[in-house]
Structure formats: C-alpha cells, structure tokens
C-alpha cells in the first residue's frame, strides 16, 4: 500500500493550493481515502474523506466552505482543494485509508480512516 501527497508550498493568507494523493499496491475504487493534517506540536486530525461512491465527509468545522475533496478512479488519485487559505491551515498533509471495503452506498466512517498512511507534504500559510 502506497499513498504519495504532492502539491505542497508557502502561499499567502486567502491563496489556494491543490494537494494530490496517489494511490498504488491496492484496488483504489473499493475503499475511503481521506486528508489529515498535522500542525508543529500537534496530533494528526483528520480533514476531509471521499467515499467509494464520491460522498463527501468533513471531520473539520473550520474548512467547510473553503476545502473540497474529489477523486479521479481513473488515476487512483485523490485531491484536496484548498481555497481562502489561513495561517493556522499551516500543516503537513497525508492522506489515509483502512483498506475496509464497504458497501458502495455506504459513506465515510464517523472516524476519518487512518490505518494506512502515506508521507506527506507541507502547506505553509503566512505573509
């Protein structure tokens, strides 16, 4: 199982960045894949997760309205939108899965998956 994040860099407050997920070593259609973040001195939480049938959860309040999470089946590839960025949106981000395959019309887990990891890359916010 691999999970490689890219699109990464410094932005200014109110910019935006896109992050991809790459995905290999397992059938990308059949599971969750979400975003965690995790800030300097902070625990990992958990941002956003796509479904098997592209349903949407956030586990953060402070990014609804300002982030989106898509997925392309196609290129085993997820993406984090991230608009109207904010200094303490300022973290390296790695997406996740727990390789628990679900049945297609079932959404994201209340606890945003996690089991398997992949590096992340670093989202720098600040003038």
């Known amino acids: 199982v691999q999970l490689q994040a890219s699109g990464g860099g410094s932005v200014q407050p109110g910019g935006s960045l896109r992050l991809s997920c790459e995905a290999s070593?397992?059938?990308?259609?059949?599971?969750?894949i979400a975003w965690f973040r995790q800030a300097p001195g902070k625990d990992p939480e958990g941002v956003l997760c796509?479904?098997?049938?592209?349903?949407?959860?956030y586990y953060t309040e402070s990014v609804k309205g300002r982030f989106t999470i898509s997925r392309d089946n196609a290129k085993d590839t997820v993406y984090l939108q991230m608009n109207a960025l904010k200094p303490e949106d300022t973290a390296v981000y790695y997406c996740?899965?727990?390789?628990?395959?679900?049945?297609?019309?079932?959404?994201?887990?209340?606890?945003?998956?996690?089991?398997?990891r992949g590096r992340g890359t670093q989202v720098t916010v600040s003038s």
């Open positions: 796509v479904a098997r049938n592209y349903d949407i959860t």
């Open positions: 996740a899965t727990d390789l628990v395959r679900r049945v297609l019309t079932t959404p994201c887990p209340r606890a945003a998956p996690s089991t398997y």
């Open positions: 070593g397992f059938r990308f259609d059949d599971y969750a």
